[in-house]
């Protein structure tokens, strides 16, 4: 088999493929970014931002990966010692609150088995206990398990016990994959990054602070510079930025949310919805298991799939990328060995999800993995029959 023929299946939770049209609206000459033309693009990309983020409020860019975003949400909106309630949800969340740890951030850390996401009760309960808390950080989409937690449930626990604390929202991986409507919502910081969803290179990280969250930044004690959202916003206004953008990759970012909006939103959600359904057709035909336990909380954009006791998920992928040159996700943290994850997001159609799982069904009968047939079957199956028909496109997960 020549690895070398053909294209190259990059079928993890991110970075995803990048779409032709936007390599080729990166192929320019770098400008001056304090020259007089730039804002003519800068704002324009500000103004298709608050579209996406579904928002009224800034949205602040960093040249930066995910994990800079998630960092420059804490050190705005909050202040050394105070305590902020988050969820293991898996291994997004773990990570998100080792941040918080190292910026001396107290965290009632509410522990999870990684095959749920969040409890809304739960969040009610902490915050009844302890009025103290700044902030409520939470996953939308963990990208370790598949499971998406229900935002405006937990926006409603908060609400339903008058909690005066921040809702911040790491949308990372669920950014123009699934709904994540921040006004409606009540979300007072949506954390993503460029090369999931957004279907970009690495290589930029996204703060969209809502009114709140503004008001909170200006008390803040942290201190802070690369990150510090009242510089950014000064700059911003007049579109221009307080140091070096990632200029090309702005080129790359006007393109995608172009390309987002002639699709328009809700058949984004509706194409990651469909496609999502049908993997886990497949994944129902092979009898395998889901990490994610609860069918309300199946993600969009990625599906992590368990083996069997004794198979190792790592060799199985060794042996799709060597024999069919795909890439599939590992698993991640404790999950590691067990599980594998397909990404579905971002630059997606039914061929490539057809061409994704015959990957996967081929590379389960060369390594051996008990599994039963017709995986394929079910998911062209399923395309074929599933259909969101006009304005009733699934609000919240979809199938
Ligand atoms: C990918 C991802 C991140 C981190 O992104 P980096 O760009 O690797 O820093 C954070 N949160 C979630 C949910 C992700 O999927």
């Given amino acids: 088999m020549n690895k070398h023929q053909g294209r190259h299946f990059l079928q993890i939770p991110g970075p995803t493929n990048v779409p032709e049209r936007i390599s080729l609206a990166m192929a320019r000459a770098v400008v001056d970014h304090r020259g007089a033309d730039f804002p003519e693009l800068t704002l324009r990309i500000f103004g298709n931002l608050r579209k996406v983020f579904a928002t009224e409020s800034p949205v602040l860019m960093f040249p930066s990966s995910g994990t800079g975003a998630s960092e420059a949400a804490l ?14 949800t898996g291994h997004f969340s773990t ?23 969040i409890d809304p009760q739960l969040v009610e309960d902490r915050l009844r206990r302890d009025s103290g808390i700044a902030a409520v950080l939470a996953m939308h989409n963990e990208t370790s398990t598949g499971a998406t ?39 007072d910081v949506v954390i993503s990054g460029s090369q999931k969803g957004l279907m970009l290179p690495p290589g930029l990280g996204f703060n969209a602070a809502g009114p709140k969250a503004l008001d909170r930044a200006r008390r803040s004690t942290s201190r802070n510079a690369y990150w510090n959202w009242q510089a950014m916003l000064d700059n911003n206004s007049r579109g221009y930025f307080p140091y070096t953008p990632a200029t090309t990759l702005l080129y790359g970012l006007d393109e995608a949310l172009a390309m987002l909006l002639e699709e ?16 886990r057709a497949a994944v129902a035909a092979w009898g395998l298991e889901n990490v994610c336990v609860n069918e309300h909380e199946f993600s969009n954009s990625t599906t992590a799939i ?16 060597e024999r069919f040159n795909m890439s599939l996700g590992t698993g991640l943290g404790k999950l590691k060995g067990r599980c594998f994850r397909i990404g579905h997001l971002g630059n997606f159609n039914d061929l490539m999800l057809a061409g994704t799982l015959s990957g996967v069904e081929m590379g389960l009968e060369l390594t051996g993995v008990p599994h039963g047939k017709g995986g ?10 599933a259909s969101f028909p006009e304005g009733k496109q699934p609000l919240l997960f979809g199938r």
């Fill in 376 to 385: 394929i079957n079910a998911a062209l199956e399923f395309l074929a029959t």
């Fill in 264 to 279: 328009d939103m809700e058949n984004v959600f509706a194409r990651h919805a469909r496609h999502a359904g049908a993997a």
């Fill in 75 to 88: 050190v705005n909106t909050l202040s050394p010692g105070e305590k902020v309630l988050a969820f293991e």
């Fill in 149 to 187: 937690s229900d935002i405006a449930a937990v926006r409603g626990a908060m609400d339903a016990c008058n909690h005066d604390a921040l809702l911040l929202v790491d949308a990372v991986s669920s950014l123009a994959c699934a709904p994540l409507p921040m006004d409606d919502w009540g979300i």
């Fill in 306 to 321: 368990l083996l069997p006791e004794g198979n190792d998920a790592d060799q199985l992928r060794k042996i799709i990328h």
């Fill in 95 to 117: 990570l998100w609150k080792d941040v918080a740890h190292k910026l001396d951030l107290e965290v009632v850390w509410v522990e999870g088995d990684w095959r749920r996401g």
